[in-house]
């Protein structure tokens, strides 16, 4: 082993010599290849849809695809409307109509608007049905207001869907379009499809167009760009009908979606300009070399372009999770540098001219490089197992970014630091006595008192495990932003006013044509509207729309209005009638309420948004209700599928820890065979893991013992540190290997792999401390959580490799002397 492992070295070696020979040949393939993939930039794009966070395979995004090319997009912005006055007041109801009016006519890709203004009145007159706007015309008189007064309050489609707990605010809902197309094209995009096209079954598939064999793709749903439009128009609007009595707020999962996007955009670029920044000082202050400060960044830099590039070469769109990607890499890119700068330095110090020093710093640390490369790698792929979409892209961008910084470090470094004019003078502070003596320190004190060592870590350790069995889990986005966020606000004041601002679609298939058609099943639609109001708990619904509001509601006007006929009509013929009457009536309402064959309807349930680790259970138990209710109805073989908002929330939960437990066990997996062949034996390289591990378990107690929960970037935290914690470990145990084959002096080689690795990995530990503390500057509060638990998990993994690590070797050294 120690054989194959001199000779890799002496690759490495040889590989420097080509670089300080062939500069810059080396220079013109990296500038080829980086500028070749840095054309796709413009193509990066942005997602924060909560669909985005289930692989596209995923049954449940599935069925929410399949929800959406039939009845278009669930998610809503929803206004709350707030007066000082009252909403039965002539101003205020010329102003919301105004309002009502300016949305429809000019924010983007707007569906539909739904307010008071256009609430629908069935009513009937004579033999005749009629289906109008409430506000036809705007009451004048007192005496007219309050008759509206009268109506909203007392009629059942209007309590609880445009008013709130008080008369002082009213809600008005926005739904758009769900494909990304230019507004001006929309017939050329959509008018080649008919109902079945647009169905709920996968008739995209199968369907041809007329007189072709051409196979119809549907258009693609919303980008984050569309829903950054739509939501820029709607605010534009807003923005010009504010006034004192009468304020508007937006919420709704759009303009969440939005505020997350806009988030990550602004946080890519704090993140960024301050890691640069910062680790420009760390670097400036520990070498006092202004070359050890641009070349680090420049080759790090060029590694995270060309990730950025492939990325959106390939059509990976850039999340709240992806966000981590470019400030992590620069962190670990400089890292890589380090290690190189170090040694060569040292060589240069030993009396060695520039080609020399740096065939001797790849000689000496390029293999110990590239395997902490490929442990990181390994670690972060593990990601790729995950559930969820964006952290399974995070592993396989981030360990693709590995890689290049790598790639970078031994091949673009060498030939600048060759082309580059650098002095050969002694280093001022790398050899400063404060880190030489604490680093000596820690190394006597291991391999002298190795049980003690142990002991402290195993209290500390065993502690950590017994307080991460308190560990929460969650996933609610609304709370990564501040408390005084306009959006925030909002979908608070939704949850307390008004039962909430999110959507649960139930789908109902009967598998028949008009199936629907049938009073039987809209009675058992009735009663999953009772069982749905009974809930209580941290889930309510507020409120249900469907097909049986506009039976009853028909049935009643055409029957004198008479509030006793409000029902469901006995006779199948007879409701069919009366559902043809209304389609005839000129409302277009049915048209997002069933398919066009009556074989499926929709019950959308407006519900209290809230942590998304209560949604399994809820959903769980509600379809479960649902199943039941359907169970005795005869003939029905048909389906349900619950989707919308709140069901593709509800599958991040699962998602989540199965994520967790299969990533977490394919890192230890991938890593521990890596550390195996590094070291030459199994048993050490087993033993090796203990000082990689230990910070995972430490991080995991915080989180037991904090609030903070487990969540879509806390779940980053263990296979990222195992990776980081596995480069230290690496390079001390790659050099105490080579220094006690020399001598077989225990401590010595402790003490001399501290004072040569081990200042490289206190240098790198602090420059990625300070890089991942950057997080802590950005709003999302889980982000805040996520860059201080891994600094953390940094900063242990640095004292593991300087204390655990040299008593373990201690120990193994003692039992192979006492076997000897």
Known sequence: MKDIRRRIESKFGAWGAFCTRHPWLVLLSYAVVVGAFSTNLNRLTIDTSAESLLRPDNPIRIAYNEFRHQFGRDERVLLIIDTDKTIYDTEFLTRLKHLHEDLENNAVKVQEVDSLFNARRTYGDGDQLNVDDLLEEIPQTQAELDTLRHVVTNHPLYRGQYIGDTDKSALLYIETDAYSYPEESQEDVLGGFDDADLGFDDEFADSETAGSDEVKEPPPFLTGEDNTAIVKSIDEVISRHQAENFRILAGGSPHMMNTLMITVMRDMTVFSTAVILLISLILGILFRRFVVVFLPLLVSSLSVMLTVSILALLGKPFTTVLQIMPTFLLAVGVSNTVHIFAIFFQAQGKGKNKQESIVYALEHSGFAIAMSAFTTAGGLLSFTVAEIQPVADFG???????????????????????????????????????????LRSCGSLAARRPALVLSVWGIVLVSSLISASNMRLSHEPIKWLSEDDPVRISMNRLNDEFGGGMFLEVMIDTDKQGGIKDPELLRRIEQIYQTAYSYEGRILISKAVSILDVAKETHQALNRNDASYYAVPDNRELLAQELLLFENSGSDDLERMVDSQFSKARITFRTTYVDAVYYPEFQETFYRDVENILADYPGFEGDVVFTGFLSTSSETMPALINSLIRSYLLAFLTITPIMMFMLGSWKVGLLSMLPNVAPIVLALGL???????????????????????VDDTIHFMHNYQRFYSEHGDNERAILQSLQTSGQAILFTSIVLVVSFLIYTLSIIAALVNFGILIALCVGVAFLADATLAPSLVTLVAKRKHAGD
């Open 703 to 725: 989180l037991g013992i904090t609030d903070i929960p487990l969540d879509t970037f806390t779940l980053l935290i263990g296979s990222i540190a195992l990776g980081l914690a």
């Open 396 to 438: 396989i961008a981030s360990a693709m970014g590995i890689i290049f910084a790598l790639i970078f470090s031994v091949g673009l470094l060498p030939a600048l630091i060759t082309i580059l004019p650098i002095k050969n003078k002694p280093l001022k502070n790398p050899e400063s006595k404060l880190n030489q003596r604490f």
